[in-house]
């Protein structure tokens, strides 16, 4: 579009996070008051919620950067990180466990 200025990956990224966070986020929040008020009624242990982050992932390289960072510093196990990206957990089970922090280990005390 001739006049329009040019937007990089960063930028449309932005303008993508902007459109979820001030048009659909007031649109979200509405369904999810009717369907709490409509489909659930006073059940108060089951609260309605619209999962949006499908919306304001990054690209698939910061995603997956983001997420090494997550499981090298055990903030975030396997098969939390396969859920954010909409992947079941693994099959064998290993998925739940932690990795320790690299580098994070207690220094043996001299002389003890």
Do not use: C, H
């Not at 929040?29 to 619209?50: N, P, Y």
């Not at 919306?55 to 997956?64: E, M, Q």
């Not at 396969?82 to 099959?91: K, N």
């Amino acid at each position: 579009m001739e006049g329009a200025p040019a937007l990089g990956g960063g930028g449309m990224e932005q303008i993508s996070i902007g459109f979820r966070t001030y048009t659909l986020g007031d649109w979200f929040e509405a369904f999810e008051g009717a369907i709490e008020r409509d489909l659930l009624g006073d059940d108060m242990s089951i609260e309605a919620k619209v999962d949006d982050t499908g919306l304001i992932r990054g690209d698939f390289a910061t995603r997956w950067t983001g997420w090494t960072r997550a499981l090298q510093f055990g903030a975030m196990s396997p098969d939390e990180v396969r859920a954010r990206e909409g992947l079941p957990p693994r099959p064998d089970g290993t998925g739940t466990s932690f990795y320790p922090p690299p580098n994070m280990a207690a220094a043996a005390r001299q002389g003890d």
